[in-house]
């Protein structure tokens, strides 16, 4: 059956979908077959068919920070060789004290990150700051993930992490257009034991070094 072999190979890993996958890893095998036999009775989507869930996954309620430099506390960097760009990322004061008390990041919490270019040497290779950091060159973007009471009530189940949302900003401090929140949520599903954030440990270090 086709939809069950394609869940498996999700679930293993031998097809990859930043979606689809993080959906796929949180079904048993009893439970891809109860669905490929599910859907397998349904009749298909019409031409024009669009999911219900669509324009909850592209509405967040995420705002840009104004004040991020002189409120937030910067916790981490990071390279990005693939991309050649390196992050700086700051998290919000709720969030720092939930993490040194060591308690999940509750709403009202908010990470935020600045994306940069790398500066690139005559072979186009990121150049190397003294700090082991790629040096920054053109400031291409922001990401935030913010969490809000209620902000999670119209994801679906399979994506939702808690209320968490996600948004990407221009340089101009407005939302890109076209983005949905589809894949930030699946990305970070799995990180229900870490408040959904890939850098607690770091931002924990960063709390209790204050």
Not at 99 to 116: N, T
Not at 141 to 166: C, F, H, Q, V
Not at 180 to 194: G, I, M, R, S
Request: charged share 20%; glycine share 4%; aromatic share 10%.
């Amino acid at each position: 059956m086709y939809i069950e072999t394609q869940l498996k190979a999700l679930k293993e890993g031998t097809r990859k979908n930043p979606i689809m996958s993080a959906i796929a890893t949180q079904l048993s095998n009893d439970d891809i077959a109860n669905v490929a036999a599910y859907f397998a009775t349904q009749p298909g989507a019409a031409a024009a068919a669009k999911s219900d869930f669509l324009p909850n996954l592209a509405k967040s309620g995420v705002t840009f920070p104004e004040n991020y430099k002189t409120t937030f506390t910067k916790y981490h960097t990071i390279n990005f060789p693939a991309t050649k760009q390196v992050r700086y990322y700051y998290v919000n004061n709720a969030a720092l004290q939930a993490a040194k008390a060591g308690k999940s990041l509750p709403d009202g919490s908010m990470m935020f990150a600045e994306v940069y270019s790398a500066k690139l040497d005559a072979d186009k290779k990121p150049v190397m700051g003294p700090d082991g950091f790629f040096v920054p060159d053109q400031l291409v973007s922001y990401t935030a993930m913010a969490r809000e009471a209620g902000w999670g009530k119209d994801i679906p189940d399979m994506l939702r992490n808690e209320n968490w949302n996600y948004a990407v900003f221009t340089t101009a401090k407005q939302p890109r257009p076209g983005v949905n929140q589809a894949e930030c949520l699946a990305c970070h599903k799995p990180l229900d034991k870490t408040s959904y954030t890939f850098t607690i440990e770091q931002i924990t270090a960063a709390a209790k070094a204050k």
